[in-house]
């Protein structure tokens, strides 16, 4: 069993810089991929950015490639999601999510959730 607890969402404005934390609790995290999805309001979840257990082999959707950083430290049982140039797209509930499936971008994949934060970018 894995329980993750999000942290960072906010209010920002386009073109603003926010890094979000997952805080994991429960054995072998550092075994899980980790994921970052969001969900906007009237829309489906859809994936963000994914981290193997290894932390050297990052994924990402096209639309945050290049703004967004996923990362994760095993020794603090934490993953964060760097987010850079933020636009008014980018708002919704992000969550942190693990599962045992490496390279997964679907909600199924993962088998543990976190409750969300939100993240509302104004332009």
């Known amino acids: 069993q894995v329980q993750l607890v999000e942290s960072g969402g906010g209010l920002m404005q386009a073109g603003d810089s926010l890094r979000l934390s997952c805080a994991a609790s429960?054995?072998?995290?550092?075994?899980?991929?980790m994921g970052w999805f969001r969900q906007a309001p009237g829309k489906e979840r859809e994936f963000v950015a994914g981290?193997?257990?290894?932390?050297?082999?990052?994924y990402y959707a096209d639309s945050v490639k290049g703004r967004f950083t996923i990362s994760r430290d095993n020794a603090k049982n934490t993953v964060y999601l760097q987010m850079n140039s933020l636009k008014p797209e980018d708002t919704a509930v992000y969550y942190c999510?693990?599962?045992?499936?490496?390279?997964?971008?679907?909600?199924?994949?993962?088998?543990?959730w976190g409750q969300g934060t939100q993240v509302t970018v104004s332009s």
């Open positions: 999510a693990a599962g045992l499936v490496q390279w997964a971008v679907t909600t199924g994949k993962y088998h543990y």
């Open positions: 429960g054995r072998a995290f550092s075994s899980y991929t």
């Open positions: 981290i193997l257990w290894t932390g050297g082999n990052t």
